[in-house]
């Protein structure tokens, strides 16, 4: 790829110069680099291009009026996100057009539906790759990225999508988050297929209101041939003139019945194909849907249902999901529930596999919606017989502020400080008050950090595993 075929693209002049990378990150800008500067609400990229230009940058695409000794492609401000895909996906060859995607989106239980449908399409003999949350696959088994991000930036994206379409994979699940949508990430990918999970109150203070919140995910669908919408979702439904499988109440694949068990779920369903019996070994009921959504992509891949339903058997669950850390004498499980909906959906899931008192875990994270706070404190007063309160991601907010917000939403649910509840701004000794609290036959839920491989701090990130934390606190390692 040459700079003349990039800039190409927009119409500009440019020498045949070999490009060696596309970048909006001036500290991963090298020799060759493309660099795109990137307005931002904290950072305005312009402001790297000094860096760039010093780590080797061949040339620069911006909306200032910049005079500089390499080639300078001018867009309009709006047009630069845009242009990082367009740019990127050329430089790695349009790798999605060579691919089958599929792209999962919603507020709650996307990642577990593309942990189960990259399984499905898996167990099926195809060769699939994934990307999202948790991690990505390229074919070599589950790597973890750094950062907490959902969908990575476009640039990454594409990387990947050419990495698997170099490993011989012909498949890929990608999580497609609200904020990627919204910020061009996943422009120029190819979706064959969309997946709709569910959508509930999430990201307002980045898109506004629900309207502004349900129009960034309902690009997904509007843009793939063929979605896979949950009837139980009303604005699903709203995307339902369009070519789709359903599943839910209703829908083309709908639960008969659904029954928990120490091992996991046991599942009937109904599908095109007929009446079909399902194990799945994962803890709370609403992962029979998660399961269904993922059974009717796999169905959409070309994937026979029956065996599709038979592989949900040696699915081997999602890191930092519904994790059993130890069942014995008190039960410890990681999740990654982290808004109110998952926060309830996870505690019902886990009281009536509960002998004793359920206790959990919960903290919220700074710079970002601060109105779920209250409604996470009442939440965990609600579905738990006590909590402790947290620092989750605090950022350059005061967690003393963050904890009040939460403890205002306890205090509502009638619950009383020191007596079942309680706040430890430190997340490390939070997990050990909690481990104090538990007895026999208790359930101590760790929500909110899950799979995340940092917690961040002002001023600071460090390494955090919460799985292994919790292990070294109960001395299991």
Request: glycine share 12%; aromatic share 6%.
């Amino acid at each position: 790829m040459t700079l003349k075929e990039l800039f190409a693209l927009y119409d500009r002049p440019a020498p045949a110069t070999p490009v060696s990378g596309v970048s909006h990150d001036s500290r991963r800008v090298g020799p060759g680099y493309v660099f795109v500067a990137l307005p931002g609400r904290r950072y305005d990229g312009h402001r790297f291009v000094g860096e760039a230009l010093a780590r080797g940058a061949t040339a620069v695409v911006g909306a200032r009026e910049l005079e500089l000794p390499v080639p300078y492609l001018r867009l309009p401000e709006e047009e630069l996100r845009p242009a990082l895909a367009r740019l990127a996906a050329a430089f790695y060859g349009r790798p999605s057009a060579r691919l089958w995607v599929a792209g999962v989106t919603g507020t709650d239980g996307k990642t577990t539906t593309t942990f189960i449908l990259h399984h499905l399409l898996r167990q099926a003999g195809l060769a699939a790759g994934m990307a999202g949350t948790v991690g990505y696959d390229l074919g070599e088994g589950l790597a973890f990225p750094e950062g907490h991000f959902t969908t990575p930036e476009a640039p990454d994206v594409q990387e990947l999508l050419a990495a698997m379409v170099a490993g011989g994979l012909s498949h890929a699940v990608l999580e497609a988050s609200s904020h990627a949508l919204a910020q061009h990430r996943l422009d120029e990918v190819a979706f064959d297929l969309a997946v709709w999970t569910h959508l509930s109150p999430e990201h307002l203070d980045f898109h506004g209101d629900m309207e502004g919140y349900f129009r960034a995910k309902a690009g997904l669908v509007e843009r793939a041939p063929l979605a896979v919408l949950n009837t139980a979702c009303p604005y699903a439904m709203r995307l339902a003139g369009r070519p789709h499988l359903s599943y839910g109440p209703g829908g083309d694949f709908e639960l008969v019945r659904v029954s928990e068990e120490a091992g996991g779920l046991a599942i009937a369903f109904r599908s095109p194909e007929g009446r079909h019996e399902a194990r799945l070994p994962m803890l709370g009921l609403y992962n029979a849907e998660n399961a269904l959504a993922a059974l009717a992509a796999a169905s959409a891949a070309g994937v026979a249902v029956e065996r599709a339903a038979a592989a949900l058997g040696s699915f081997a669950g999602v890191p930092g999901r519904m994790q059993i850390i130890q069942t014995e004498p008190f039960r410890v499980v990681v999740d990654f529930a982290h808004t109110p909906r998952g926060l309830a959906a996870a505690l019902a899931a886990l009281r009536p596999t509960t002998r004793g008192r359920l206790i959990v875990v919960i903290g919220s994270a700074g710079e970002r919606d601060p109105g779920k706070r209250a409604p996470l404190g009442r939440t965990a007063l609600e579905g738990a017989d006590l909590a402790v309160f947290t620092e989750e991601d605090s950022r350059s907010e005061p967690t003393a502020a963050i904890l009040a917000g939460i403890e205002q939403g306890a205090r509502q649910a009638g619950g009383r400080a020191g007596k079942n509840y309680w706040l430890e701004p430190d997340r490390a000794r939070a997990l050990a008050l909690a481990f104090e609290l538990a007895g026999p036959g208790d359930t101590v839920l760790l929500a909110g950090k899950g799979h995340e491989r940092t917690l961040e701090r002002a001023g600071e990130t460090i390494p955090w595993n919460e799985a292994e934390l919790a292990r070294r606190l109960l001395r299991l390692e």
